[in-house]
């Protein structure tokens, strides 16, 4: 594990402070050869009490609240072996970064991973809205062999990135390795190892902040695909992505009638947030997104 460099990037828009409690929750399980960095938008970092003892954070400056550019400008600065993307609103389990290491070392493993996923927030319904929209096909409920990419949390290894780019003679665009790099080497990878890495998902939201952030959402993915899908691919992929996961979602997760109804709802958010960010840009949609993400409170 020592010849292995390990960055861990947190996205948090809206400064430091929102990701204390993970930053807690890596001081008790790494070592210091791991770096973690932190991607903030610039003017929102404030100083804490807490000062972590195993590691040192880096703070990286952006000017603005889009976290797909942080993450891509992150990736292009890094030379670690292992990349870990991270919310500042998740928090890991015991066992996480153990499991991650059995997950690098494994010689059978493939080349990048998402997590499993629990709601830590379901006493808001909104928040189990909106839990089972995103994270409802990666839920640790179901411990599938390859549970479905989340674009905000996954491990990669970015020698395979570059040497994909490379071999496609192109830069890495905004967006490109949440959208379509990380679900390709996942879902195209026949190792069947399985890894019990777990995250925490926390976001008490209403259901008008919750419907706020899968549009906001949704507007920013819709920009970003329009660039590097085909016309007659993003029409394919709109349609696909809207009009069956709420049935995929009900098929795997059971939810009652009235949630059910509400992921159809957030379907027809998505929708249009994706139509009107693929025609008209993400507007101030990074913004919004970033305004709809609490602080984690713990249950």
């Not at 696909?240 to 059971?254: E, T």
Request: net charge neutral; proline share 4%; charged share 20%.
């Amino acid at each position: 594990m020592s010849t292995i460099q390990v960055e861990i990037l947190i996205t948090a828009p809206n400064g430091c402070d929102s990701a204390i409690e993970l930053l807690k929750c890596l001081d008790n399980q790494i070592n210091p050869s791991f770096k973690i960095k932190v991607l903030e938008a610039s003017g929102n970092c404030s100083p804490s009490s807490f000062s972590p003892t195993n590691f040192q954070v880096e703070h990286l400056y952006f000017h603005t609240h889009e976290e797909a550019r942080m993450r891509r400008d992150a990736f292009i600065k890094s030379n670690a072996d292992w990349i870990m993307v991270l919310e500042d609103h998740i928090l890991i389990s015991p066992n996480f970064i153990s499991e991650f290491q059995r997950f690098i070392e494994h010689n059978s493993a493939p080349d990048a991973t998402t997590f499993y996923a629990i709601n830590g927030t379901s006493g808001s319904f909104g928040s189990r809205a909106l839990f089972s929209w995103v994270w409802g096909l990666a839920g640790s409920s179901l411990y599938p062999i390859k549970p479905e990419p989340v674009c905000s949390a996954f491990a990669v290894k970015r020698s395979v990135v570059i040497d994909l780019l490379l071999n496609l003679g192109k830069e890495l665009e905004v967006g490109e390795l949440e959208t379509q790099i990380i679900p390709q080497l996942i879902n195209s990878s026949n190792s069947n190892f399985m890894t019990l890495m777990e995250v925490s998902h926390f976001e008490y939201v209403g259901i008008r902040v919750g419907a706020k952030a899968i549009f906001s959402n949704s507007r920013i993915m819709g920009h970003l695909e329009k660039s590097l899908l085909s016309s007659r691919d993003w029409n394919r992929h709109l349609m696909r992505r809207y009009s069956s996961r709420p049935k995929q979602i009900k098929r795997v997760a059971p939810v009652g009638f009235i949630e059910q109804a509400y992921l159809y709802f957030l379907a027809m958010v998505s929708f249009t947030g994706f139509l009107i960010g693929g025609f008209l840009g993400i507007g101030k949609a990074d913004q919004n997104l970033a305004a709809a993400h609490p602080k984690i409170t713990i249950e």
